[in-house]
């Protein structure tokens, strides 16, 4: 059963419950009422009757039964007793009698201690008020019995119920067709939901329900689409991930096939045994610079996966003698290139990891030595920001292209490849100086004009460090 009919089938019976319960509630208190009212009408008749009798009988001394049968008969012919039946008797006989039968079936009687009473009757008659009393006349005793027509209090209440179930239908009714649409606008925005959810369970991720009111539904809504949104950027992240994750495998591939497809034919040409010397040391020195490229290669590789771990600790440094030790490092291999080297940093201290800021700095002044084609220079600049620190990597080398800046930092991504591979470069030291800067939480920004030079930005933040 669904929420619409549950909620349809609910109200309608609390309206026919609510209802049911209030009406008999009413009807019920009406009619006591007035059968109250009509018995204190009736005892009041009676005790007229009563107070007739015993006037005549106190004007007289000696009780005159012809005088009370015929004030009696006079005032049933004036309807002055409002009564149905009414019997006058004594001990020997009886001395008026009007529809004696009416009164037959009344179970009523006197005690010494009770002189009147009185019940209300249904039967063949009607509904009846039947009174009973005794009526001292003289030296004797007269029994006065009357009925009292109470019919009409009952078919009044028979005419309210009749209405009464008639405007308890029509209310039903009504309030089941109002809860039907009441439930209808409810349950249309949950419907809405619904139709939200099964879209994007079947893949369709970009539906949402929007919904607008300031109810719990459109709460519910909003709440629904802020999952929706994260849902389909986190999937499309894991698409992203996906794609980049088969495109490093297929670069790594291809990385490792060349120079291992080498390796083995010239370790073929060395199984053979019949080289010439020069041969012979040409094979074991290209199987040598091959081995040593992929030996770099997993060295990096390695790299990348153990920064992908988040595992670091930082220390503080003076920023001058940390970029002077990396000067001392470098200077003289890029010096047998024709590239001079200048370094600045500020005297100060900072946070942050040694050997990874160090592979860093190595990769990005190598890049800019593979940049250029002869002489040039390379600048070093390191300052202290506040929380962190900052380098700069500026060369007048060949310089890029704009669209090649988006994509330098990605895994096995050279600008010129066959001059990248001939260098013994595998398009990794930028991708792993990504990976540093994000584990110090900082940032990296390339400026680039081909045939000018390339200027790198560095920025780090050490993690106990606040950032600002």
Known sequence: MSYRVKLILTISLLIALSLSIGGTILITVSFQVSLDAETDAALRSYESVQSTLYLLNSMVSQTDYESLSTALSQMAEQNMGNWQALILRSDSQVIYESRGEALAVAQLSLSDTVQCCYSLVDDLYGHGLVVLSRITAGEEQLTLSARFDMSQVYNARQTQLRLYTVVYIIVVLFGTGAAAVLSFAMTRRLHRLTVAVRKISGGDLSTRSKLSSPDEFGQLSRDFDAMADKLQENISRMETEMQRQESFMGAFAHELKTPMTSIIGFADLLRQGNLDENTRIMAADYIYSEGKRLEKLSFKLLDLILLKKDAIVMRRVWLASYVAEIERALAPSLKKKGIRLVCKAEQKRVALEPDLVKSLLYNLIDNAGKAMDGEGIIAVMATAIPGGCQFQVADNGRGMEKEELTKITEAFYRVDKSRSRKQGGAGLGL????????????????????????????????KEEKRV
């Open 431 to 462: 991708a792993l100086c990504k990976q540093i800067v994000e584990l110090h939480n900082g940032s990296i920004h390339f400026d680039s004009q081909p045939s000018k030079g390339t200027r790198i930005t560095v920025t780090l933040y050490g």
